[in-house]
């Protein structure tokens, strides 16, 4: 009777912490963190300064590790504030290379895609800043070494969480550190128009340009291959980004579709319409090329064989 009575008591137990642990599972909306964060983040440093842009020189990236985890852990997960990343920014910055920051709003992956890993453009995802942490998710818990694996709050729980005062700090520096010309891809597909009023690029990149650096800004305004035409140059939130930059002194010129960007887009679309881009090529170049080599050696041997001949007669 006693062993039952304390097997009872061991499964009622253990009901009552399944249903303690689910409860504690969703205390916040968003997702918990990035399973092996550790791993993940010490070897994309790794990759960076290795592989990606070895240029950047050396860095310790166990240090850089153990600053960016000691910005929010131990600490309440809607109290984290952007300058709290200031160590491990320090520590991982590097020089931009002028006229090649890419700024970009609603087309990461495309953003990620065009600028072809610092080789045409170094967008902030292509640096060390950047690239440690994209696409990944963090946050620790109140009075706890540990890292949060369950939930995270979402920017509309609280604004000041981890992640998103990181990107705001990122934003900030990356714009500081811009020069030259200063490209801006947008999407003109994007609901609520290309440019937000309200977004990273408007509200922390914008006003931490260095206007003294900044020889000009061009906007390409690129809509999705399916569409649809939304926002373009001069139009919709497009004028808006137009008018504010050249209010703060810009030179600004501004693209729709831009060719490069949609040869890209097209990768994915090939069979679309609006891929079928015309050539300025001759016909005669988009012909069957054998036969024209073929007619060009029949004349080299017809030539020389004349040549051969004509040096035989003087001879003889």
């Known amino acids: ?4 009575f ?12 399944t249903s303690l642990s689910e409860g504690q599972e969703k ?19 790794y990759e960076y300064t290795r592989i990606v842009n070895p240029s950047v020189g050396e860095k310790n990236c166990s240090e850089l590790w153990e600053a960016f985890k000691n910005a929010f852990i131990n600490k309440d997960p809607c109290s984290i504030l952007p300058t709290d990343y200031e160590l491990f920014i320090n520590l991982s ?19 990620n895609s065009f600028s072809g890993r610092t080789r045409r453009y170094t967008a902030l995802g292509d640096t060390l800043i950047g690239f440690f ?13 540990g890292l949060d694996y369950d939930s995270c709050p979402t920017t509309e729980e609280c604004e000041n969480n981890a992640v998103e005062s990181f990107w705001r700090m990122a934003s900030i520096t990356y714009a500081q550190h811009s020069s030259g010309v200063i490209h801006v891809l947008l999407n003109g ?9 309200k977004g990273f690029f408007a509200d922390y990149e914008i006003p931490n340009l260095q206007k003294d650096k ?37 030179e600004v010129t501004c ?46 041997i017809f030539v020389t064989f004349v040549g051969f001949l004509s040096r035989s007669a003087l001879v003889y």
């Open 189 to 197: 597909s994007a609901e609520g128009g290309a440019y937000p009023v």
């Open 6 to 17: 304390f097997l009872s008591l061991s499964f009622v137990s253990l009901l009552f912490m």
């Open 255 to 300: 693209t729709d579709n831009y060719k490069p960007v949609m040869f890209l887009l097209c990768l994915d679309h090939p069979d679309h319409s609006n891929c079928a881009f015309s050539s300025s090529a001759p016909a005669a170049q988009r012909g069957p090329i054998s036969s024209d080599r073929e007619g060009s050696w029949n004349k080299l």
């Open 93 to 111: 910055l590097h020089t931009i290379p002028p006229n090649k920051s890419l700024f970009w709003e609603n087309n990461q992956l495309l953003v």
């Open 133 to 145: 942490a994209d696409l990944l998710n963090w946050c620790g818990q109140a009075g706890s070494p």
């Open 214 to 250: 900044i020889s000009k800004i061009v906007i390409w305004v690129v809509d999705d291959i399916d569409g649809p035409d939304r926002d373009s140059c001069g139009t919709h939130t497009v004028k808006i980004l137009e008018n504010r930059l050249k209010t703060l002194g810009y």
């Open 27 to 45: 205390k916040w909306k968003g997702e918990g963190t990035t399973p092996n964060l550790e791993n993940i983040v010490i070897g994309r440093c």
């Open 1 to 4: 009777i006693m062993n039952i």
